[in-house]
Every structure is written in C-alpha cells, then in structure tokens.
C-alpha cells in the first residue's frame, strides 16, 4: 500500500464496517464499467524525500479532463446555479449510495439507487477524477441545491461517516469556495497528523482548542475532545461558519474517525486574484485544496513530478498559507468567537 492507495484484498480478514465494505465494492464496480477519467492505479506516486514524507502523485492533464468548477474568486458564500454544474446533473451511475441516519445511531444504505436520489437523503458520489483510491464525494441532502457553505446538520453528518468508518486511513475533507462537497479518501499518512501544536483554549471536557505548526511558517486550527462527537461537530460547524460569514476561505481535514478536526485558513485564492500569486506555481496548476495543504501534491505534468522536492513543496504551501501577522489575527477573532459561546 503507497500513499495514495487502500487495498481492499490486503483486509479482507479484518473487521471492516458494512459502510466500508459497501464503498470499496461499490468503487470497484464504477471502475469496472469505466467512468473514471483515468486510472488511479496507474498513476505514478512517491514519498519525497525529507522530515515531512510529502506524497506526490503523477495525474497528467487532470485540471483539464475534470469537471469545470465556476466560482467567483473573492466570494466563499455564492448562491446556487441551476443552470451551472451541480451534483443534481450527475449520471445515474455516478450515485454509488445513499443512507439515513437511523434512530439506532447507525445507517441504512440501499442498493439500486434510482434515477433521482431521493430528496431526503443524502449521498455518496463517485469522483469522476480521483487523486486516491476510494476518492469519493458526500454530497448532503443532494436534492435540497443546497449553496455551497458549511452548515451544521451537513457537517454533522461528515461527522457520523468519519465516525462509521473506524478506519486510521479515511479521512473527510472540505474545500470552501467549491461546491457544496465533502471530499473522502484514503491515505496512509498525511502531514498534518504529524504536526506539533500548543493548547490555546480548553473548556473543561468539552472541547481542546489548538494552533497547530506544519512547517514554522504555517499556522492551523486544530479541534478535538468533548464530551461526543455531536460536541465537537457543533463547535466546529459555528467557527466555520463564523468563518463563512466573514468571507473568510478555509480547507478542512476530518481525521482519525471524527476524533480531531484541522481547520487550515489559506489565502491562495485571493494572491491569485491580485496578481500576488508566484508564476513558479501558477504554472504547475497546484490547486491548495485539503489534500495538497495535508501534503499530498497532485502534479499535472510530467516535469514538475521529476523535479519535486520537499524545499519546493514547502514553498508553496508557505504562499497558500496566510502570513504569520494574518494568522495571529485572525487567531484573535476565532478565540474571540469561541469564548462567546455559551458552552464555555
């Protein structure tokens, strides 16, 4: 097992959920009648050398064969479009499941989606242009248009799939100014897992609050403990919606079965924009989404794979990040909001 693969085979005698089962079989069967635009198991993939185990995976021309996603740069709040793409527009074969949350603190999952996902539920969407195997998208009450925005009935429901999986590998990502989806994956390692951070903020058995160090440059939020997972997913949805409101653009990382919740705030989007961004990596097409700010690079062409390197990573993950005066400020209204609330 690399980086960005999970091989199904290699745990067929461990205790997987039914959750999981059902996705790897249902993965594997879109495989098989070819919807993917390319083969991830193809793709070529390595560990950079250095302290950080950067992953870096060959997709050539992948910008070019995905999906068109259109957005207006300096908005992380915009209405939905009906007459853009949205996942209501997906092919039927697309749909690998949908479920409820049942009374019973479990899901349903039903097989032979039809045409239309029915409105009440939400669903689990192939991505047509995968970096991992297992790459799939929650899409939360699909029928609903939702805008693209984190709520907290739909990242609640992130919650409950990280929590189903019990799995060390699955892993739930965000990307705001995007449409509304909720990314999943499978990796070995990530980055971020291994970052070094302080404790800011702790609200006695309700919630850890923590600045989290990826490179001495770059600064994060990282949330866990509580009392429930409910806990945990309420604080979180408020501080991104705190965040939303405030036009604010941010990636999130689920990890280790709903138990910690990295919030990254970036500013990639806005360097772009006012002509700030380096040419180095506009070039490479890098898009600083959860994966890449985890610290797996997808690259795009042939040359930047050959030649990548962790000094080279590292920089661009530096230019995505905000500076060290914007992220103490920002800190401040965060930690700000967050004492204002009433759990505390």
Not at 86 to 97: A, D, G, R
């Amino acid at each position: 097992m690399d980086g960005t693969s999970f091989d199904l085979t290699e745990h067929e005698g461990s205790n997987l959920s039914p959750f999981l089962r059902k996705l790897f079989n249902e993965w594997d069967d879109r495989k098989m009648r070819g919807l993917f635009h390319h083969d991830i198991s193809s793709c070529e993939t390595k560990v950079l050398p250095g302290e950080h185990n950067f992953v870096a995976t060959l997709i050539e021309g992948r910008d070019q064969k995905k999906r068109p996603t259109e957005f207006t740069m300096n908005q992380v709040l915009q209405p939905f479009v009906s007459e853009k793409f949205n996942f209501t527009k997906v092919s039927p074969l697309e749909v690998m499941f949908r479920f409820n949350e049942t009374e019973k603190d479990s899901a349903q999952y039903f097989d032979g989606v039809p045409d239309t996902v029915s409105a009440s539920s939400s669903a689990i969407l192939i991505n047509v242009s995968p970096i991992g195997y297992c790459h799939v998208l929650l899409t939360p009450k699909i029928q609903d248009c939702l805008q693209q925005r984190i709520d907290q009935e739909s990242f609640l429901i992130a919650m409950y799939i990280a929590r189903e999986e019990r799995n060390p590998f699955f892993r739930v990502g965000y990307n705001s100014l995007a449409a509304l989806q909720l990314s999943i994956t499978f990796t070995s390692s990530v980055t971020i897992d291994k970052c070094s951070y302080i404790t800011i903020l702790s609200a006695s058995h309700i919630l850890a609050f923590c600045s989290l160090g990826i490179l001495p440059e770059i600064n994060g939020f990282l949330f866990e403990g509580g009392a429930s997972l409910e806990d945990l997913s309420d604080v979180v949805s408020k501080v991104c919606i705190f965040l939303q409101e405030n036009n604010r653009l941010f990636n999130v990382l689920n990890s280790e079965s709903g138990k910690r919740v990295f919030l990254l705030p970036q500013c990639y989007a806005e360097k772009q924009l006012l002509g700030k961004a380096s040419q180095e990596f506009l070039d490479m097409r890098i898009n600083p989404a959860i994966w890449e700010l985890s610290g797996h690079l997808v690259l795009k062409r042939r040359k930047d794979y050959d030649e990548a390197s962790e000094a080279n990573i590292c920089r661009f993950l530096v230019e995505a990040a905000l500076s060290e005066t914007e992220f103490q400020e920002l800190n401040r209204c965060v930690l700000d909001f967050l004492t204002r609330l009433p759990w505390l």
